[in-house]
């Protein structure tokens, strides 16, 4: 049995300890927002927060979440008013959408340590967040969006 928090709700589950986190949230909790991508850690769609930092969900065991808190991309938002949400719809970032649930992920962590991220910024904290569709600029203009809404207390 392992024990932790996706999303800020207590779950239980009776998996394998080695079975990975990604796994375990889509087939065994229906968090199915988490993409498999790659499976190799390389490529950023199975990102989730885990005690407040990013991890790769396909590579990581569930029993490393044991007595962590996740956040999975549906608990980022579950009406799409997080302000990342919001500039990556005004700005129409997704084209196919399938790795856009990581790269909001890692944009959030962006912005929570760096509230005003300069290109550069961007650029470093979505470096192995791969978009196959190449929507890089939006995605950078999205979080500078994103960015100004948070800084004007536009935040939920």
């Known amino acids: 049995m392992v024990s ?4 800020k709700r207590r779950v239980n589950l009776d998996v394998d300890p080695s079975t990975p986190l990604l796994w375990a ?7 199915t927002g988490t993409k498999y991508g790659c499976g190799i850690a390389q490529c950023g769609a199975c990102t989730v927060h885990l ?8 590579v990581a065991p569930v029993s490393r979440a044991a007595g962590k808190e996740v956040t999975t991309i549906e608990g980022l938002s579950s009406d799409l008013s997080h302000p990342l949400q919001r500039a990556w719809i005004a700005e129409d970032v997704p084209q196919c959408g399938y790795c856009q649930s990581g790269q909001l992920m890692s944009a959030a962590l962006l912005l929570r ?6 290109d550069e910024d961007i650029d470093e904290a979505m470096t192995g967040n791969i978009c196959r569709c190449g929507t890089y600029p939006r995605i950078r203009k999205a979080i500078h ?3 100004g809404m948070m800084a004007k207390g536009e935040a939920r």
């Open 4 to 7: 932790f928090s996706v999303n």
């Open 25 to 31: 949230l889509r087939e065994n909790l229906g968090l």
């Open 145 to 147: 969006r994103a960015a």
């Open 51 to 58: 005690n407040g930092e990013a991890i790769r969900s396909c």
């Open 113 to 118: 340590e760096k509230p005003q991220p300069t």
